[in-house]
């Protein structure tokens, strides 16, 4: 399978080239050329790694089956997952399910994708006589930074420095990265917020000098979002395994059509769901979430992409963001690899920072999203409705998606909702919208969460505040460039 760049500006390459260079140098991301079919009726009793093996052997055929097997082995195992299956998919009302995709060491959704990448980077690696010591450089407003740490962390011939907002990620997000054991991560505050670090690494990336300097060295930058391939395609995986599960609970028949409802940021949980729609999964419909901040929802309601709006802080913060990368994927794929619209569209988006799709595009677009939004109180509501009902705790990511998926009509369709984090997670609000008296202190709240749900606490939260802090390193904005050297001088 060849993969070709939604700007027609770089030359198609097999995976193993596309996941060691991430995203494309002059802009524009990588897919494939043609999906693949997979046989989901094959696969009604398959277990996780199964399904793994069956969808992504015919998307990365450069690996063997030995090689894609070892990945899926190491990634999904009972010491990374605390369930034999991965995920977990649970009735909620008669027309509802939830899929549970935050039983991984870190309790958000990102780990099904970042447990497995390393080892796709590791192994493309390999193939490509790549000698270079790979340094994963990271931007993280929170849940990304600490799944990319446990992925990363002793990996071979790999090793990650994470950039995080001093004061911009909760207490229990910075308390799980300035944790993180191995000998190959580094984790550093920055005196700034997520946009500082985030333009920090850019500029890294960018800096011809440096990479010069650290190829002597023998070092070679590459990142860990979700830009990159070779985490959005194992994301494919829990889309077709979910399916399979529903049938196996009798919640579904085989063959029946059932929507998806997706808590959206960067648009690449609900871009796997699409990929997985083409490969054959009866989907009828995609219902893209959004929290406050509802660029998306404007967009597939108008068509037009302005991200000229004020950010707002929510209590989703993993889903507020202004650009959704992975969206320019989608609408590749919507326009039929149409690269010169694309290339079009986002330089007017670099330009003026909007853009106007055209009505076929969007009538496209129609025939597949379903677009929604939920207010801040909306969400607190749905976590104590939920509850009350169903004695079922949600965290707010995934509040946001119930909420929307519960005030709309699906024609008798089963829609399934992503939970993309532990309510452990973010329990200094689920603990106030189901009712407990509001904790200041997020440690707290935990405890808190547990006497009063009686939920087990998740293992990454738990014993959290006893860890010893291994990080703690704080730096101006302007620091960055001198601290990667600094570290990589350890590390040489
Ligand atoms: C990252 C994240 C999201 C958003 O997922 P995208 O793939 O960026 O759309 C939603 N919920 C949680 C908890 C997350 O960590």
Redesign the pocket.
């Known amino acids: 399978m060849k993969y070709v760049s939604t700007r027609d500006n770089y030359p198609a390459g097999q995976s193993a080239e596309v996941i060691n260079v991430g995203m494309v140098p002059g802009g524009g991301l990588f897919v494939p050329r043609d999906i693949p079919a997979v046989n989901v009726a094959e696969l009604a009793a398959a277990s996780y790694n199964q399904t793994a093996r069956c969808v992504l052997n015919p998307l990365l055929t450069d690996f063997s089956s030995d090689e894609l097997g070892g990945c899926v082995e190491h990634a999904y195992n009972l010491d990374t997952f605390d369930i034999p299956q991965v995920i977990a998919v649970k009735a909620l009302g008669a027309a509802h399910s939830i899929m549970e995709l935050w039983h991984g060491p870190t309790a ?3 780990d099904v994708a970042l447990q497995i990448m390393p080892h796709f980077l590791a192994a493309a690696k390999a193939k490509l006589g790549e000698s270079h010591h790979t340094v994963i450089l990271v931007a993280t407003s929170g ?2 930074g600490k799944a990319a740490l446990e992925g990363f962390r002793d990996c071979a011939g790999i090793s990650i420095i994470v950039f995080y907002p001093e004061e911009g990620v909760s207490e229990i997000q910075k308390s799980q990265m300035v944790t993180t054991e191995g000998s190959n991560t580094s984790v550093v505050a920055v005196k700034g917020n997520f946009d500082d670090c985030q333009s920090g690494v850019k500029s890294l990336f960018s800096d011809a000098q440096l990479r010069g300097r650290l190829a002597t060295d023998g070092f070679a930058f590459s990142s860990a979002n ?1 830009i990159n391939w070779g985490r959005l395609c194992p994301q494919i995986v829990y889309y077709v395994q979910a399916y399979a599960m529903l049938v196996q609970q009798r919640i579904i028949a085989a063959g029946d059509p059932i929507n998806f409802c997706v ?8 871009l796997a769901a699409y990929y997985a729609k083409r490969m054959g999964l009866p989907i009828k419909r995609l219902l893209c979430a959004s929290n406050k901040n509802k660029i998306l929802a404007d967009f597939f309601e108008s068509g037009i992409y302005d991200k000229n709006r004020t950010f707002y802080r929510t209590t ?1 913060p ?2 507020d963001i202004l650009i959704s990368s992975n969206l320019e994927r989608f609408l590749f794929e919507v326009t039929g690899h149409d690269a010169a619209k694309i290339r079009a569209w986002y330089t007017r988006l670099a330009e003026t920072g909007r853009f106007e799709v055209d009505a076929d595009t969007k009538a496209r677009m129609d025939a597949v999203v379903t677009p929604g939004w939920v207010n801040e109180p909306d969400v607190l509501h749905t976590i104590g409705t939920v509850y009350r009902s169903h004695g079922y705790v949600i ?1 707010t ?1 995934t509040a946001v998606a119930v909420a929307m998926s519960a005030g709309m009509d699906s024609d008798g369709v089963h829609t399934v909702v992503d939970s ?2 532990s309510p452990y997670k973010f329990s200094r609000n689920v603990v106030a919208a189901i009712g407990g008296k509001v904790v200041e202190d997020e440690f707290e709240s935990i405890e808190k969460l547990h006497e009063l749900t009686g939920l087990p606490v998740h293992r990454a939260v738990e014993g959290l505040r006893e860890k010893r802090v291994r990080h703690t390193r704080t730096i101006a904005a302007d620091e960055m460039r001198a601290t990667v050297l600094d570290i990589l001088k350890a590390w040489r």
């Open positions: 958000a959704f990102k849940d990304t979700s808590p959206t940021g960067n648009f690449g949980n609900i989703s993993s889903m965290d990511h993309t984090a």
